[in-house]
């Protein structure tokens, strides 16, 4: 789908759609959100003992569907406990990316996102396409230093890395490994 000066317009990450599915599984296995934050939390129950990390917090998870955004890193605990991939919430015009599922990961650690391994892609089809940082920006509807920030970032907006793997026509689940951290 075309736009100004040739663009495509990129699908939008609907951040509702996966709460409702949360939500959905939530009330199908009787959970209630105390229940299930810590079920997300026991997915990764070995990693978090091992950390003595803090668990997820119930009010924040009923929160999320009201704020309309959830960073990349929260939304694979929701991901990877309802079976889903990001590509399933997007909105607008899909790049279809083949059906590519999210790596496994066992209770010894968490799906991450890679932002230095996104930026770095990101990086070099920029280069390819002769594109200026603000230039790429205006394609993806962001600032110039979001997208030069994943570089280093260890937290992106989900909406955001899904605009950027659908402007390299690629799965998320490329971009996204089990980590020990």
Do not use: K
């Not at 990961?105 to 940082?133: H, I, K, M």
């Amino acid at each position: 789908m075309a736009t100004l000066a040739g663009m495509r317009a990129l699908p939008v990450f609907d951040c509702s759609a996966p709460i409702s599915a949360l939500d959905a599984q939530r009330a199908d296995r009787g959970l209630g959100w105390t229940a299930l934050a810590a079920e997300l939390w026991q997915q990764s129950a070995e990693l978090n003992a091992q950390l003595a990390d803090h668990s997820l917090c119930p009010g924040a998870l009923a929160r999320l569907a009201t704020r309309g955004a959830m960073s990349c890193q929260y939304a694979l605990f929701i991901l990877r406990w309802i079976g889903r991939v990001p590509e399933d919430f997007l909105t607008g015009p899909v790049v279809d990316v083949g059906d590519v599922p999210l790596p496994e990961a066992g209770t010894g650690s968490r799906l991450r996102w890679d932002l230095a391994q996104v930026y770095a892609a990101l990086n070099e089809r920029r280069r390819e396409r002769q594109l200026t940082w603000a230039e790429l920006a205006e394609e993806l509807n962001c600032t110039p230093s979001r997208l030069t920030n994943l570089r280093t970032a260890r937290l992106a907006d989900m909406d955001l890395t899904m605009r950027v793997t659908q402007w390299l026509g690629q799965p998320a689940a490329l971009y996204v490994h089990p980590v020990q951290w």
